[in-house]
């Protein structure tokens, strides 16, 4: 074994001084995005919706009217074709 070499060895894993970077003073380009039409009619449709309120007041204040009055009536039929209806248009 060679004792002398051990020397070299320990100056190769010895830390390096750190280098300094220079600071280019010109930048040309930038980054820059661009937002496409779609995104934009999407955000414009988003807000819309957060905006409209989820109760129809006019809707409610008439079947609130009409439930007092006593004229709100719903023939059997009509239930009965809403139930049928929804049972074959879902999809199992």
Same mark, same amino acid.
Not at 35 to 59: C, P
């Given at each position: 074994?060679?004792?002398? @070499? %051990?020397?070299?060895? +320990?100056? #190769?894993?010895?830390?390096s001084? /750190?280098?300094?970077? =220079?600071?280019?003073g010109n930048?040309?380009?930038?980054?820059?995005?661009?937002?496409s039409?779609?995104?934009?009619?999407?955000?414009?449709?988003?807000? @819309? %919706?957060?905006?409209? +309120?989820? #109760?129809?007041?006019?809707?409610? /204040?008439?079947?609130? =009217?009409?439930?007092?009055?006593?004229?709100?009536?719903?023939?059997?039929?009509?239930?009965a074709?809403?139930?049928?209806?929804?049972?074959f248009?879902?999809?199992?």
């Amino acid at each position: 074994m060679r004792v002398d @070499a %051990v020397n070299q060895i +320990s100056q #190769i894993y010895k830390p390096s001084g /750190a280098k300094k970077v =220079e600071k280019s003073g010109n930048v040309k380009n930038k980054d820059a995005y661009e937002i496409s039409q779609s995104a934009k009619d999407y955000q414009v449709a988003r807000k @819309a %919706v957060a905006e409209a +309120s989820d #109760i129809r007041e006019d809707k409610v /204040a008439q079947m609130k =009217e009409a439930l007092a009055s006593g004229s709100y009536n719903v023939s059997a039929q009509e239930i009965a074709e809403k139930i049928v209806s929804n049972y074959f248009d879902c999809s199992i």
